[in-house]
């Protein structure tokens, strides 16, 4: 199931961001993203799937990219995205 821990699938939903806060891609519990770029929300939007600790996404217009979390962060593509944290 995306974005779930249950059996040996990474829990991945959530904000996660790159270190200068300029995109940030929120993965949902239902196993769609939203990407925001800079000012331009939702500029790219999709659905993926979670496989352990890999991550296979499939945007709306048919592009697909892929993704790893290692040690708590997603490498995906050319990105390097962390973890938004919540506020208490």
Do not use: N
Request: no cysteine; charged share 25%; net charge negative.
């Amino acid at each position: 199931m995306a974005g779930t821990a249950g059996g040996d699938h990474v829990d991945v939903v959530g904000m996660w961001v790159t270190a200068d806060g300029h995109i940030r891609q929120e993965l949902l519990p239902d196993g769609r993203y939203d990407e925001a770029r800079g000012e331009r929300r939702s500029a790219y939007t999709g659905r993926y799937t979670v496989t352990g600790s890999h991550l296979d996404y499939i945007d709306d217009t048919g592009f697909t990219a892929t993704g790893d979390i290692r040690d708590g962060v997603l490498y995906h593509e050319h990105l390097v995205l962390y973890r938004e944290q919540q506020s208490p």
